[in-house]
């Protein structure tokens, strides 16, 4: 039993570690296509759901680029039953809203820019030297401590 938790355990600190994901937050098609020229920036960062993601450029006469994030939906789908409408809805590619403001802050334009910048997602996973670490320091001392246990 004994044997049984640690193991447990010890997988379970290594799922905990396994994976980390950053990414920029975003919003969706859907959300970008009710906004309209005239809107204020709080208006279009709460539709949106989401603040802005950078200030792209501001010139002499007070206009400024605001810079947000939304995600495309794509289509996963077996290429023999490919039809027009089929297949499961997956996450596509971030493509970058660029929100032009006049000097009152109010929507001028609206473009959007899919190959603009690669938005990266950084992913952190598990370090092979460091599992093996783990594995030549602890397994010996695991099997020492278990033999004391088994010894009569």
Known sequence: MKRLTLLLTLLFIIGLSSCIVKAPKYSTVEKVLTLRQGMTKEE??????????NMVSM???????????????????VPFFLKPTNGKPV???YVNLLVTYDKEGKVKSMESCVDCDETLIEEKRLDPDKIVTLITVTLPAVMVYLGFQSAP
Do not use: C
Request: glycine fraction near 6%; hydrophobic fraction near 35%.
């Open 44 to 53: 279009v960062s709460q539709i949106l759901g989401i603040p802005p993601y």
């Open 59 to 77: 010139n002499d006469t007070a206009e400024f680029v605001l810079l947000y994030k939304y995600r495309v939906t794509n289509r996963a789908t």
């Open 91 to 93: 996450r596509g590619k």
